[in-house]
């Protein structure tokens, strides 16, 4: 009988000696940027660990912290006082808890890929979220949280057909979903939109391509689970998508919808900015394997922006 005993927990250890990890070959080959948050999970004001650094990074470049705030080398590690408010500033944007601690949620949310346009410009947060609808448990969709660009810039009524292009080479399964988002947000506004030739080789308002790493506008891209794609208000026009994401068209596991992220950034270069609704197309993070439409809050928005 001990003899037998001995040997199944010999078998036990070798197995346990044996097991590795199943990871998807997505998280083996590319692993995501906004990786390094899973483990700072819990800190607060006054901590002072590895990876805080990271953390400020990442609170800059989506403009929720100046980088005058955090250029002192001695505490790139601190969690201080301007860290915590930047914390705070990002859980009100997005309907979380306002504690200024990265508590599951938070890290959770800031973890997702999204979209590579700052939340926040000049210290001046435009996502309109209700901290006290939150607080009181009625967050309803039905308020209108969407947001203009600084001044409302937008595209003059006249001409009303504005032509884009693709840059020569785009892959031919980003055409037709990026075709539909214009065609999806015409239904609200008084433009017609139209395609031209690759935009080498003729003029167009609104100019479209994949680009990677540092792609010299000043706004690299950091890879897949990232940042996937940024755009410009008006009149600027141009709309860049990360080339290495895992891209589909529709919903598939694993992947990010083409046509989603399209109108989402149609929707900044129309001229809105990011939306506090978590329907709305306009909400900065984007889910794998899911698709997105327009939503009351987005159409209230645009049509609001141009209304005569």
Known sequence: MASKVLSLLFICLLLTLSYKPVLTDSDQQNPSPF?????LIGLKKGDRVKGVQDLKKYLQQFG???????????????????????IKTYQINFNLQSSGILDVETVSTMSQPRCG????????????????????GNSNNSHALY???????????FPRTLRYAFKNGTRGDAIKPVQNGFARWSWFIPFKFEPQPPYQRAPADFHISFETGDHGDGHPFDGPGGKLAHSYPPRDGRLHFDASEKWSV?????????????LHEIGHMLGLDHSSVKDAIMYPVVTRGRTKGLANDDIRGIKALYAK
């Open 117 to 136: 346009v700052a939340d926040i410009v000049n210290g001046s947060t435009r996502m309109r979220a209700s901290h006290e609808m939150h607080q009181h």
């Open 64 to 86: 929720y912290l100046k980088s005058t705030q955090t250029s002192n080398k001695e505490d790139a590690d601190l969690f201080d006082e301007n860290t915590e408010y930047a």
């Open 35 to 39: 990786g390094f948050l899973q483990s």
């Open 250 to 262: 529709g919903a598939v596991p694993g992947s990010i919808d083409i046509g989603t992220v399209a």
């Open 147 to 157: 947001a203009f660009f600084p001044g409302k810039p937008r595209w003059p009524f």
